[in-house]
């Protein structure tokens, strides 16, 4: 039996499934029979023992789980929600309602500023449910460690649940909510774990069921035959022969560089990124280094931060965008109005804009580190919309010394004009993400509309196509730095859509290098073309994996033929 969902990367595995805990139920909103102090007392040993708890996990991982996890301790310790609980309980409610209105309120405070901080809210659930665990004397809900490797399956997975995942057990992750651009499916990506996302039959997964993880062809087969045990035994093989060959230029099988780069927030991934075949930095996000600041950073303070990004690559091509900020990203210093619609307001270059002297010590601090350092460093400007804009940003970057400008095609405005947008500049990087938010009109931060989110639609593809077309006719290179470059299949796609080079996270790099060896340009050409000639982005899925599948003598829309 076949269940379908949404693979992230292109990984395969075997395994038995573990279901994890479904999430506590709201607790009934009844007068408590215990005395108000009983209940405050309850109350008050149940955060304690979960911030305790989750200080503990903290200190046991490292990396981005350390973080999430002292984060989480912080919120559970917090006094103010502390004294809120108490005055419910003395309000008459039971511990476990009063914990549940106290995260709810908090939640709905953080969920209505957006942005990272709406992000932080699945962080309150998550808490809430731990501390509402602590109360019934239950496991909390969450991650099951039986000691030995299992296949996760889950309705959907908190941020810490995902952070602090163990690599050794866990041996693919399948979630019945989530799509391609979800929390989980990032994280996902970044680790390295095989998972598919919305895979809506999840409930029919049982405990102790075998069951073969194949996030190139979005399927989960359970109860696979012998034979096909043994083609994903095979497959996983080849898939660790591969990691393990030291990494080389991205290619077609025709030999026509496709030139692979890395996504980085900060330069402390430089490193890993090389190791695992990074070309140079197709995207380096600047605003994550200055999302805590509430002052602008000087010139000084960035330079610093540019030379470390660009010493770890040299003679490499490093593609700096500067900040982005506003919308999923605000940044204090630069974005101070509240907007009904951040995605749709003063972000990317238009903040920058109206903050001219923020963008003027960026450029400045830019071209001071690359003026000290070996990388080729060309920088891009996000959300640009008209070819004055474009031509604004050029003009500033190149009298402020940098020697490369481009700017981010992620506005279907600027991809339908992309050949004037491209005479005004040196070079366009798609952004997918935001490309796909505006085509499909579906904000990506939405987990309810994150099915339209998606960039194999073809009218996302035939707006790529569009500015293909504009660097091809006009000489001047077509990255794409959204996550799209990720998917070893769409990454086919998107160079038959004339797209030059592929920037993602750096997990995935192995995955598209191999996918991409597998096609030549004609067959790059025509999966553009059957994808552009699909209804929608299911079918251009599907109608792209049969041909690359025939190409390949394979059989079926469910083969496990690699890269797709
Ligand atoms: C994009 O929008 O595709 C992109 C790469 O930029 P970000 O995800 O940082 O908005
Ligand atoms: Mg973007």
Redesign the pocket.
Known sequence: MQLRGTGVGGGIAIGRVLRMADPLPEPVDRPSDRTPDVEAERAAHALVATATDLAERGRHTGGAAKDVLEAQALMAADPTLATEVANRVRGGATAERAVFDAFAGYRDTLAGMGGYLAERAADLDDISQRVRAQLAGVAAPGVPSPGHPFVLVARDLSPADTATLDLDQVRALITAEGGPTSHTAILAREKSVVAIVGVHDAATLSDGDLVIVDAGSDAVIAAPTTEQVADAERRIAERAAIAAAPPEPGRLADGTPVPLLA?LGSAAGAEEAVRLGAEGVG?F?TEFLFLDADRAPTVDEQRAEYVRLLEAFPGRKVVVRVL?AGA??PLSFVNDDVEPNPALGLRGIRALRAAEPVLRDQLTALALADASTDADLEVMA?MVATVEEARYFTTLAKELGIRVAGV?V?TPAAALIADRVLAATDFASI?????AQYTMAADRLLGSVAALQDPWHPAVLRLIGEVGAAGAGSGRPVGV???AAADPLLAVVLVGLGVTSLSMSPSAIADVRSSLLGYTREDAGRFARIALAADGASEAKLAVREAASALRGESGTGSLNRGG
């Open positions: 996504n995207l996000r982005d999923d990203k996000p981010m992620e952004g997918t993400n935001d490309l730095c959204g996550e």
